[in-house]
């Protein structure tokens, strides 16, 4: 099943490099916004090559194709969203792509959050 995500890409965040015990590693998240009535930002990750193979600019509408993944770690678990191909508005993938009208259309978003179960869970969000 692929799980893919559209919008506009409204921030792109520091990379992040370090070392461990597989070797040197790398990460970039970037902040995606949905289109429709009520728009969403979800925090999407890319890790190692794909950071330059499939580039990312600010104010880009695009669909990232994604992989979520939960842990649990010291009894609280934590969500990453993985995008591992990103394609611009048009269907280009990578940095092809750098049209300016793109940005201006309102993009529908292919996941629907209305399922969500909204009950108290502690967060402040």
Same mark, same amino acid.
Do not use: H
């Given at each position: 099943?692929? +799980? ?8 792109? +965040?520091? /990379? ?15 902040? +995606? ?29 695009? /669909? ?30 990578? #940095?092809?792509?750098? #049209?300016?009208?793109?940005? !201006? ?8 959050? !209305? ?7 502690? +967060?402040?969000?």
């Amino acid at each position: 099943m692929d +799980l893919k995500i559209s919008g506009k890409v409204t921030e792109i +965040l520091e /990379t992040q490099s370090g070392e461990s015990k597989n070797g040197p590693w790398k990460k970039r998240d970037f902040i +995606l916004e949905t289109g429709g009535e009520y728009p969403k930002k979800v925090c999407i990750t890319q890790w190692g090559d794909q950071i330059e193979t499939n580039s990312v600019q600010k104010g880009s509408a695009i /669909t990232a194709f994604i992989d979520i993944q939960s842990r649990e770690y010291n009894g609280r678990w934590y969500t990453d969203v993985k995008a591992w191909k990103i394609e611009n508005e048009g269907g280009q993938t990578g #940095s092809d792509s750098s #049209s300016p009208q793109a940005s !201006s259309k309102p993009v529908p978003p292919s996941i629907d959050f !209305s399922d969500i179960d909204d009950g108290d869970d502690g +967060l402040p969000f």
